[in-house]
Protein backbone atom coordinates (compact mmCIF):
# COMPACT_ATOMS: atom_id res chain seq x y z
CA UNK A 1 0.00 0.00 0.00
CA UNK A 2 1.38 3.74 -0.82
CA UNK A 3 1.43 6.22 1.69
CA UNK A 4 -1.18 8.92 1.69
CA UNK A 5 0.34 12.32 1.64
CA UNK A 6 -1.85 15.27 3.31
CA UNK A 7 -2.25 18.38 1.73
CA UNK A 8 -1.70 21.25 3.20
CA UNK A 9 -3.22 24.32 3.14
CA UNK A 10 -2.04 27.65 4.40
CA UNK A 11 -5.21 29.54 5.08
CA UNK A 12 -5.03 32.79 3.31
CA UNK A 13 -7.37 35.78 5.40
CA UNK A 14 -9.44 37.51 3.28
CA UNK A 15 -11.35 40.94 4.38
CA UNK A 16 -13.60 43.70 2.69
CA UNK A 17 -12.28 47.47 3.32
CA UNK A 18 -15.46 49.53 2.83
CA UNK A 19 -14.31 52.60 1.40
CA UNK A 20 -17.51 55.48 2.03
CA UNK A 21 -17.50 59.04 1.14
CA UNK A 22 -18.84 61.44 -1.37
CA UNK A 23 -18.91 61.73 -4.95
CA UNK A 24 -15.18 62.50 -5.73
CA UNK A 25 -13.51 62.39 -2.49
CA UNK A 26 -11.28 60.28 -3.54
CA UNK A 27 -12.17 56.63 -2.19
CA UNK A 28 -11.70 54.98 -5.97
CA UNK A 29 -8.22 56.69 -6.19
CA UNK A 30 -7.16 55.90 -2.75
CA UNK A 31 -8.59 51.77 -3.48
CA UNK A 32 -6.60 51.60 -6.96
CA UNK A 33 -3.30 52.73 -4.91
CA UNK A 34 -3.65 50.23 -2.36
CA UNK A 35 -4.67 47.84 -4.74
CA UNK A 36 -1.25 47.72 -6.60
CA UNK A 37 0.94 47.74 -3.41
CA UNK A 38 -1.45 44.80 -1.94
CA UNK A 39 -0.80 42.73 -5.31
CA UNK A 40 2.70 43.61 -5.34
CA UNK A 41 3.24 41.68 -1.89
CA UNK A 42 1.09 38.99 -3.51
CA UNK A 43 -1.79 39.59 -1.89
CA UNK A 44 -5.08 38.08 -3.67
CA UNK A 45 -6.53 41.33 -4.07
CA UNK A 46 -9.95 42.42 -5.40
CA UNK A 47 -11.88 45.97 -6.48
CA UNK A 48 -14.99 46.25 -6.77
CA UNK A 49 -15.77 49.54 -8.21
CA UNK A 50 -18.96 51.56 -8.14
CA UNK A 51 -19.39 52.25 -11.29
CA UNK A 52 -18.75 49.16 -12.72
CA UNK A 53 -20.85 47.52 -10.57
CA UNK A 54 -23.49 50.01 -11.73
CA UNK A 55 -23.25 48.86 -15.19
CA UNK A 56 -22.78 45.38 -14.57
CA UNK A 57 -24.20 43.72 -11.30
CA UNK A 58 -26.83 46.77 -10.91
CA UNK A 59 -27.86 48.02 -14.36
CA UNK A 60 -31.24 49.07 -14.20
CA UNK A 61 -31.32 50.33 -10.59
CA UNK A 62 -31.87 53.91 -9.93
CA UNK A 63 -30.88 56.30 -6.94
CA UNK A 64 -33.86 55.87 -5.29
CA UNK A 65 -33.14 55.03 -1.32
CA UNK A 66 -34.51 51.85 -2.24
CA UNK A 67 -32.47 51.44 -5.28
CA UNK A 68 -29.40 52.35 -3.29
CA UNK A 69 -30.07 49.72 -0.76
CA UNK A 70 -30.35 46.94 -3.17
CA UNK A 71 -26.81 47.89 -4.73
CA UNK A 72 -25.46 48.25 -1.49
CA UNK A 73 -26.27 44.58 -0.72
CA UNK A 74 -25.78 43.27 -3.48
CA UNK A 75 -21.87 44.51 -3.08
CA UNK A 76 -21.80 43.35 0.11
CA UNK A 77 -22.90 39.91 -0.88
CA UNK A 78 -20.18 39.83 -3.35
CA UNK A 79 -17.93 41.33 -1.18
CA UNK A 80 -18.30 38.72 1.52
CA UNK A 81 -18.20 35.88 -0.73
CA UNK A 82 -15.15 37.00 -2.09
CA UNK A 83 -13.25 37.75 1.38
CA UNK A 84 -14.54 34.23 2.28
CA UNK A 85 -12.12 32.82 0.08
CA UNK A 86 -9.40 34.56 0.91
CA UNK A 87 -9.31 37.85 -1.15
CA UNK A 88 -8.26 41.44 0.28
CA UNK A 89 -11.78 43.19 -1.72
CA UNK A 90 -12.00 46.67 -1.92
CA UNK A 91 -14.96 48.56 -2.28
CA UNK A 92 -15.03 52.04 -2.72
CA UNK A 93 -18.62 52.85 -2.51
CA UNK A 94 -20.45 55.92 -1.75
CA UNK A 95 -23.01 53.87 -0.11
CA UNK A 96 -24.84 57.27 1.39
CA UNK A 97 -26.69 55.39 4.55
CA UNK A 98 -25.68 53.64 7.74
CA UNK A 99 -28.15 51.11 7.94
CA UNK A 100 -27.16 49.52 4.45
CA UNK A 101 -23.65 49.94 5.23
CA UNK A 102 -24.65 48.47 8.77
CA UNK A 103 -26.67 45.59 7.32
CA UNK A 104 -22.94 44.57 4.70
CA UNK A 105 -21.01 44.72 8.14
CA UNK A 106 -23.72 42.25 9.88
CA UNK A 107 -23.64 40.25 7.00
CA UNK A 108 -19.96 39.38 7.41
CA UNK A 109 -19.81 39.19 11.13
CA UNK A 110 -22.50 36.53 10.61
CA UNK A 111 -20.05 34.47 8.56
CA UNK A 112 -17.56 35.60 10.54
CA UNK A 113 -15.45 37.66 7.41
CA UNK A 114 -13.33 40.63 8.43
CA UNK A 115 -15.24 43.74 7.73
CA UNK A 116 -13.38 47.00 7.86
CA UNK A 117 -14.96 50.65 6.85
CA UNK A 118 -12.85 53.58 5.94
CA UNK A 119 -14.81 56.91 5.80
CA UNK A 120 -13.03 59.31 3.12
CA UNK A 121 -14.33 62.44 5.19
CA UNK A 122 -13.75 65.07 2.13
CA UNK A 123 -15.74 68.24 2.54
CA UNK A 124 -18.38 68.67 0.03
CA UNK A 125 -16.67 71.82 -1.09
CA UNK A 126 -13.30 70.16 -1.85
CA UNK A 127 -15.43 67.49 -3.75
CA UNK A 128 -17.19 70.08 -5.65
CA UNK A 129 -13.51 71.25 -7.18
CA UNK A 130 -12.28 68.04 -7.96
CA UNK A 131 -15.99 66.83 -9.98
CA UNK A 132 -13.72 63.97 -11.57
CA UNK A 133 -16.95 63.27 -13.30
CA UNK A 134 -18.60 66.41 -13.69
CA UNK A 135 -22.06 65.66 -11.25
CA UNK A 136 -20.93 69.05 -9.59
CA UNK A 137 -21.41 70.60 -12.20
CA UNK A 138 -24.50 69.15 -13.55
CA UNK A 139 -26.45 69.67 -10.32
CA UNK A 140 -25.53 72.99 -10.29
CA UNK A 141 -26.82 73.53 -13.83
CA UNK A 142 -29.73 71.86 -12.74
CA UNK A 143 -29.10 68.92 -15.68
CA UNK A 144 -28.80 66.32 -12.11
CA UNK A 145 -30.68 66.24 -8.49
CA UNK A 146 -30.11 63.79 -6.27
CA UNK A 147 -26.69 64.23 -5.74
CA UNK A 148 -25.48 62.40 -2.68
CA UNK A 149 -24.35 65.58 -0.10
CA UNK A 150 -25.96 68.08 -2.01
CA UNK A 151 -29.59 67.49 -2.37
CA UNK A 152 -29.52 63.83 -1.21
CA UNK A 153 -28.66 62.62 2.20
CA UNK A 154 -24.74 61.19 2.97
CA UNK A 155 -25.23 59.61 6.67
CA UNK A 156 -21.73 59.97 7.72
CA UNK A 157 -20.59 56.83 9.86
CA UNK A 158 -20.38 57.38 13.58
CA UNK A 159 -17.15 55.36 14.34
CA UNK A 160 -15.49 53.87 10.89
CA UNK A 161 -12.48 51.68 11.55
CA UNK A 162 -10.21 54.89 10.03
CA UNK A 163 -11.14 58.33 9.02
CA UNK A 164 -9.27 59.78 6.07
CA UNK A 165 -9.16 63.91 5.03
CA UNK A 166 -7.80 63.22 1.72
CA UNK A 167 -7.53 67.08 0.97
CA UNK A 168 -4.69 67.01 3.52
CA UNK A 169 -2.72 64.47 2.23
CA UNK A 170 -1.47 62.94 -0.68
CA UNK A 171 -2.86 59.70 -2.31
CA UNK A 172 0.17 57.84 -1.38
CA UNK A 173 -0.27 58.90 2.32
CA UNK A 174 -4.04 58.12 1.98
CA UNK A 175 -3.30 54.47 0.93
CA UNK A 176 -0.44 53.91 3.22
CA UNK A 177 -2.93 54.79 6.11
CA UNK A 178 -5.24 52.14 5.23
CA UNK A 179 -2.57 49.84 4.62
CA UNK A 180 -1.22 50.62 8.27
CA UNK A 181 -5.09 49.31 9.41
CA UNK A 182 -4.92 46.11 7.41
CA UNK A 183 -1.21 45.47 8.84
CA UNK A 184 -2.88 46.62 12.51
CA UNK A 185 -5.61 44.05 11.90
CA UNK A 186 -3.65 41.09 10.56
CA UNK A 187 -5.29 41.45 7.29
CA UNK A 188 -1.78 42.53 5.07
Known amino acids: ?33 L ?16 DEIREFLSAGLGFARQDRDTNVQRIGFVAELLASHGVLVLVPVIAPYADSRDAVRERHQAAGTAYLEVHVATPVDVCSRRDVKGLYAKQAAGELSGLTGVDDPYEEPESPDLRIESQNQTVQESAAAVYALLTERGLA
Open 35 to 50: AERLRAEGHRTELLDG
Open 1 to 33: MRPTREIQETPVTGATLWLTGLPSAGKTTIAYE
